[in-house]
């Protein structure tokens, strides 16, 4: 009886560590205005570099600030268009190397169809100078091209990746959100000189799911790419397309066999997050119910072990994920009958949870997006969309992980 009651204490208070308060506090943007689709990614020099997108009379700009740890510094424009198609789920991104260039991609309609757009890339310099935007595609369709992700190339070079739909006839999401009308989404990536010259092209694979985002990361032993794939049955599970050093694009595999059986997009990417030679992935699934599952990967792309179930019922997934030395941190949404909630969470390297908590009460539906999330020497950075008086706001938070 003492021995029972002795684990159950036990029991108890590793539950409690588990589910130790996470301490946030506010991180100000130097966004003032109405702003939405936030991106966040290394500076390449220490810092993080910020992006979103404000309206302008009659079209759009891509707005981005560098915080060096202390301070942002002057917001800028990357580029701005008449013609682009925004969107809460397909958002631009930046990447920024050691010297202080920059790249950039947009979304720029191509058609009179509502998804008919292409992904354009622009590339910037140091001084603020930025090149006139090209597609990273040649097809010409007028069909849809999005939900890219970018890397760098070394120090001269960049990588892009996006999921393709020159082969769904143009008809729109309809053509191919569970029809048999028109053909699937693909997946395309191409790696750009920083002169804007196409260094090459690679389709990897011929059926996805149709507007899951896309995530990449990269190790010493090469470049992961995660997606949510699709089947004909309709199975849309995460799948991983490697890439080694020697630039051989290894065949995609499942990161988990969830079997989730879904007849159109859920619109709820994955997540991936490097620290050394270690690959996280984070992921929403609804097999059963809805669940957000975490997991290490191993180096052919498959979990090493069962995924961490971090959230289920409730939960709206659209993850973010970040990794650094001694903590893994994760950010999702749920949602209750009146509102939906940011969480995030952290976890020391073994994947066991330290501390978890609501960063925020935001109001329900997809104006919120999706979360941005990076962490460095012990704190965490994120970024998500709130919505006040019916005008989207970037809000900014910083976190610690409890000793």
């Known amino acids: 009886m003492r021995t029972s009651s002795l684990l159950m204490l036990l029991a108890l208070q590793a539950a409690g560590a588990a589910r130790a308060t996470i301490t946030v506090e506010p991180w100000p943007l130097p966004v003032e205005t109405r702003a ?35 301070a942002w510094n002057a917001a800028a424009t990357a580029m701005q268009g008449s013609n682009w198609f925004v969107n809460w789920a397909d958002v631009p991104a930046l990447l920024a190397f050691p010297d202080g260039g920059l790249a950039a991609f947009m979304l720029v309609r191509n058609g009179e169809g509502t998804y008919a757009y292409d992904v354009q890339l622009a590339l910037g310099d140091a001084q603020g100078g930025w090149s006139e935007p090209r597609a990273v595609h040649d097809d010409g369709t007028t069909t849809e091209h999005g939900f890219a992700s970018l890397w760098r190339e070394g120090d001269d070079a960049l990588g892009i990746a996006w999921l393709d739909g020159r082969n769904t006839g143009g008809g729109g999401h309809a053509a191919h959100h569970g029809s048999s009308d028109g053909g699937a989404m693909s997946l395309r990536a191409a790696v750009f000189e920083r002169d804007g010259g196409k260094r090459g092209e690679w389709p990897l694979d011929a059926r996805t799911c149709d507007c899951c985002g896309t995530a990449a990361t990269l190790t010493a032993s090469g470049l992961w790419l995660a997606y949510r794939g699709r089947d004909a049955d309709e199975v849309r ?167």
């Open 36 to 70: 939405a689709q936030p991106g966040l990614v290394d500076d390449a020099r220490g810092g993080w570099l910020l992006s979103w997108i404000e309206p302008l009379d009659g079209g759009h700009r891509l707005r981005y600030a560098r915080w060096d740890g202390q």
């Open 237 to 403: 599970d995460i799948r991983i397309a490697r890439r080694t050093l020697d630039g051989t694009w290894q065949p995609a595999v499942e990161a988990h066999s969830d079997r989730w059986v879904m007849p159109a997009c859920p619109v709820n990417g994955p997540a991936l997050a490097a620290h050394g030679e270690r690959v996280f992935l984070a992921w929403y699934t609804a097999p059963d119910r809805p669940r957000v599952r975490l997991a290490e990967l191993g180096p052919d792309g498959r979990a090493l072990a069962a995924p961490l179930e971090i959230a289920q019922d409730a939960v709206t997934g659209r993850v973010a994920v970040a990794a650094e030395r001694g903590h893994v941190w994760l950010a999702w949404f749920d949602e209750t009958d009146t509102q939906a909630r940011l969480w995030l969470a952290c976890l020391d390297s073994d994947l066991r949870e330290q501390a978890r908590g609501v960063v925020a009460d935001l109001p329900r539906g997809r104006g919120t997006g999706f979360p941005r999330l990076q962490a460095r020497d012990g704190r965490a950075y994120l970024v998500a969309t709130d919505v006040v008086a019916g005008a989207p706001r970037l809000r900014g938070w910083t976190a610690s992980c409890p000793p």
